[in-house]
């Protein structure tokens, strides 16, 4: 079955700096990669998705890439601020199967 | 519009008591989740039902059993539990939305086994 591999688990950076998050997938035929935000005690909730058939995709300060030959993908978060703490997660599923997520990525930001 | 509902929020079991977490969604979603989210292991997936009448294991089945009683609802029952079995657990339904499938996430049931 597909394998997400998710890096860094932690990540601390200071307020305006850029953060990158990368994950890895280990099925090829996955074809959906969303990325979600969890803050403390919430649920996570979808911030940014891409498909297979594209190779980047931006809204506002949120981008992420996708190499389908190396089979990774990377969330990117430009002038981060205090609001953008929280864990991340990235996850892949092949079209009408359950999404499978990494590990998550613990992001301080700090004023 | 209620989205995706969980109970209970909170639960404490002793070791080998049973209960069921019962879930429904309103977004008359097709495919419904069980995860389950532990420190550092990130949200692993028990087991999903792509549509109403059909269940499949996922990474981490065993002792939990689920029926998707119909289209709105999908419980997971825990036989016998077990500490191991201490975790946040989280519901989610899903839409294929331009052949992608954004998941929705209820508020989370956390369980105690002790």
């Known amino acids: 079955g597909e394998n997400v591999e998710q890096h860094p688990s932690t990540l601390s950076v200071q307020e305006g700096d850029s953060a990158v998050i990368k994950c890895t997938y280990s099925d090829s035929a996955s074809n959906y990669f969303p990325w979600y935000k969890q803050e403390l005690g919430k649920r996570p909730q979808l911030i940014i998705d891409?498909?297979?058939?594209?190779g980047e995709k931006k809204d506002q300060r949120i981008a992420v890439t996708l190499n389908k030959t190396a089979k990774h993908f990377s969330l990117h978060i430009t002038e981060t601020q205090p609001e953008d703490s929280a864990v991340y997660f990235c996850?892949?599923?092949?079209?009408?199967?359950?999404?499978?997520f990494g590990k998550g990525t613990t992001l301080s930001v700090s004023s | 519009n209620a989205g995706v509902t969980q109970t209970p929020k909170f639960q404490v079991l002793k070791t080998g008591q049973s209960m069921t977490l019962q879930c429904a969604q309103d977004m008359n979603h097709n495919s419904m989740y069980w995860y389950r989210q532990d420190p550092g292991m990130g949200l692993r997936l028990i087991y999903y039902?792509?549509?109403?009448?059909?269940?499949d294991k996922g990474e981490v089945p065993n002792g939990y059993n689920v029926s998707r009683l119909n289209k709105r609802e999908f419980s997971l029952r825990l036989e016998s539990a077990a500490p191991s079995q201490t975790s946040v657990y989280f519901c989610?339904?899903?839409?294929?939305?331009?052949?992608?499938?954004?998941?929705?996430f209820g508020q989370g049931t956390r369980l105690t086994v002790v």
């Open positions: 891409i498909r297979s058939n594209v």
């Open positions: 996850a892949a599923s092949i079209t009408r199967t359950a999404l499978i």
């Open positions: 039902s792509a549509s109403e009448g059909t269940t």
């Open positions: 989610a339904s899903s839409t294929l939305r331009g052949g992608d499938t954004e998941a929705f």
